[in-house]
T-cell receptor, first 112, second 115 residues
Framework: QKEVEQNSGPLSVPEGAIASLNCTYS??????FFWYRQYSGKSPELIMS????GDKEDGRFTAQLNKASQYVSLLIRDSQPSDSATYLC????????????FGQGTRLTINP | DAGVIQSPRHEVTEMGQEVTLRCKPI?????LFWYRQTMMRGLELLIY????????DSGMPEDRFSAKMPNASFSTLKIQPSEPRDSAVYFC?????????????FGPGTRLTVT
């Protein structure tokens, strides 16, 4: 079992719809969860972090965390073509709080 | 504020040559990370430093890889000798304490091609 798992996609969503990205993790001791966006040929860009169960909203983005079920999700409302990118889920390792394990990423395409 | 700075942005070298990648973290950040990204293996942590001291180098693939951080504003990742399988994008990231955790910010990366 991979430490952090994501559906590689591609996930295709029409413009204006809600894009839903999911991530599961294996270590119950993980405390910090991050979503990064990576455009092709660019570096990962931090877009959301979440540490407590529940929802966290920032503009069009909502991160959801359920520690009991060990999953994290990212919702993108009113999807725009500029949201087309690969989204990486990252989870910290409890034994080294600064160490992040990244999923393979989900490629998202927003269709105009 | 300037972000994480990496150089060179692209490096093409022949097998057996020494390669040195450079990183300047964001001022005030006390953690520095080196990652490698490939299509097959994704984004992997190689090594990280706290206050210029290496904390965990368990991700460094072989003795051919070494990293140093002589001061708070500079780090190097060296590969000697380089091999074609080292071809990848190498990212440097730095972080600081916020909201009970550290958020990592990535540099633009160095695309390394070893022929």
């Amino acid at each position: 079992q991979k430490e952090v798992e994501q559906n590689s996609g591609p996930l295709s969503v029409p413009e204006g719809a809600i894009a839903s990205l999911n991530c599961t993790y294996s270590d119950r001791g993980s405390q910090s969860f991050f979503w990064y966006r990576q455009y092709s040929g660019k570096s990962p860009e931090l877009i959301m972090s979440i540490y407590s169960n529940g929802d966290k909203e920032d503009g069009r983005f909502t991160a959801q965390l359920n520690k009991a079920s060990q999953y994290v999700s990212l919702l993108i409302r009113d999807s725009q073509p500029s949201d087309s990118a690969t989204y990486l889920c990252a989870v910290n390792r409890p034994q080294g709080a600064q160490k992040l394990v990244f999923g393979q990423g989900t490629r998202l395409t927003i269709n105009p | 504020d300037a972000g994480v700075i990496q150089s060179p942005r692209h490096e093409v070298t022949e097998m057996g040559q020494e390669v040195t990648l450079r990183c300047k973290p964001i001022s005030g950040h006390d953690y520095l990370f080196w990652y490698r990204q490939t299509m097959m293996r994704g984004l992997e942590l190689l090594i990280y430093f706290n206050n210029n001291v290496p904390i965990d180098d368990s991700g460094m693939p072989e003795d051919r890889f070494s990293a140093k951080m002589p001061n708070a504003s500079f780090s190097t990742l060296k590969i000697q000798p380089s091999e074609p399988r080292d071809s990848a994008v190498y990212f440097c990231a730095s972080s600081f304490y916020r909201d009970s955790t550290y958020e990592q910010y990535f540099g633009p990366g160095t695309r390394l091609t070893v022929t």
